[in-house]
Structure formats: C-alpha cells, structure tokens
C-alpha cells in the first residue's frame, strides 16, 4: 500500500459508547505503533506490537483501553465506555523494525475521535 | 525518567530569519533523538535523526548530551518551513516519546 491508512477519519460517539479505530499498517513492516494526540498534550505513546504480541502496553490510560493485531497486519484499538476525556486524534504508525534497531516510524493519518 | 521538553508552543518568524526550536531531553542512557514535522492537512513525518548527521531541508540539530539539548536550527526560515515540530526520543525500547510540539509560523 501507499503508507499507513486508518479508518474512520472521523468519529464521533455519545459518552458511554464503544468505539473501534482501525489501523493498517504499511505492508510487510512488523512493528505498529498506536499514540494519542490531545489538545496541549503532544503524543501520547498508547501501545505498542511486534508481529501480533504487545511487548509495552505501559501507555493504555485504563483498562477501558485495549488493542490487538492480527496476522501480523491490521490492528484494532478498542475504547470501552467513552468518556469526554478520551477525545482526541489517535495516531497509528508502523516500522519495518525488528528487535535492536530503531527504525523510522510511518504515521497514519489518524482518527479523530470525539466523545460527546 | 525519559522526558522531551519543547518550551516553546509558538515561535514566530519572518522569512530569512534564523530559527531555532529547543529540545531538552532527560534519559540517563545514550538516548536517539529525532524531529518530526506536521505541516498543515498532512500527516506526521520524521524530518531527520540525530544518528543520521544531516540536513533535511536545511534544518540541522546537533545533540549535545552535556546540556541534553537537541536544538533543530535553520539558518534562514522560508514560509514552507510553517508548521507543528515535535522533538522525540527513543531511549533504548521502541516507543517514542515526544515533546509536546512547536508550532512554527513564517510570516513573509
């Protein structure tokens, strides 16, 4: 694929709702990474995947926060009972990395979540 | 902690000036530094690395690991170079951590 795509672009939803963002990372790199883009924040790391396992989660803001990555591609992050505090612009981005080595990140467009 | 500091929200400039956008690190290891860039509608790209020495753009940084500062520096600020900069840090784990960004405006 052309780069890392992400779906919705937007996304707006009632507080007390689940929502599913999207990644697909670009093709053939092993690395994907999820981050958060609050007003005044900057990013935020959330999780991070290597192949399908997630080696730090140490970013996920609760346990209404979880991910996962299937056959080494596509991943999903899911938002349990949004709140207003979890609007923001969530980022994807992947690498061709492998362990011991720091590789350029790819962002994605990212998704635009706001929690009404 | 691992920590990126960008003092800075905003910085405004005329074209031809000098810019200088700060970047303060705190990690106690030998941490990779790098600049990423935001231009308006597009999305986030890295804009270059410290291990790589060199200039993108005609942006340089040079890290200096005594004041633990990782300043992006162009001598001449053209209106293109508008946009949002973010330094990060990548201290020996995957993840990035970022600065919360700089917003800078060239005004012709």
């Known amino acids: 694929g052309a780069g890392v795509s992400q779906s919705p672009s937007n996304k707006v939803t009632e507080k007390g709702k689940d929502v599913e963002l999207r990644c697909d990372p670009i093709s053939g790199h092993t690395a994907l990474y999820w981050y958060r883009q609050s007003l005044g924040q900057g990013l935020e790391f959330l999780i991070y995947?290597?192949?399908?396992?997630?080696?730090?989660k140490s970013g996920l803001p609760s346990d209404r926060f979880s991910a996962e990555r299937t056959g080494g591609s596509v991943s999903t992050l899911t938002i349990q009972r949004t709140q207003q505090e979890d609007s923001a612009v969530y980022l994807c981005a992947s690498s061709g990395q492998t362990s011991g080595g720091i590789y350029e990140q790819f962002f994605g467009p990212g998704t635009r979540l706001t929690v009404l | 902690a691992q920590r990126v500091t960008q003092p800075e929200k905003l910085l405004s400039v005329f074209k031809g000036a000098p810019v200088e956008l700060k970047c303060n690190y705190s990690y106690s290891g030998s941490p990779e530094l790098f600049w990423y860039v935001q231009y308006s509608r597009q999305r986030l790209q890295l804009l270059l690395r410290?291990?790589s020495r060199e200039s993108i753009k005609g942006f340089t940084a040079d890290l200096n690991k005594g004041e633990t500062s990782f300043h992006l520096k162009k001598p001449f600020a053209q209106e293109e170079d508008s946009a949002m900069y973010y330094c990060?840090?990548?201290?020996?784990?995957?993840?990035?951590?970022f600065g919360t960004g700089t917003r800078l405006q060239v005004f012709p």
């Open positions: 410290h291990i």
């Open positions: 990060a840090l990548s201290g020996g784990t995957d993840k990035l951590i």
């Open positions: 995947f290597q192949g399908n396992s997630a080696p730090d």
